[in-house]
């Protein structure tokens, strides 16, 4: 229904959200000395599950249209 899509449109927008601050700590881990190459894997590989996720979802929308 209607009303689903716009729970989906929200969802998207936290998701897209979370991947631009994903995005920031890896290139801010990356800069800094101290950073543990597992903990930037571990946030690429994240980063990388909201990118499949969005991409899902927004598909979802679109076949909705």
Known sequence: GKGDSMSLESH???LRRKHAELSEAVERAQRSPGAEDLE???MKKRKLQLKEEITRIEG???AAE
């Open 40 to 42: 930037i894997s571990e």
């Open 12 to 14: 998207l927008t936290e």
């Open 60 to 62: 979802e929308l679109q």
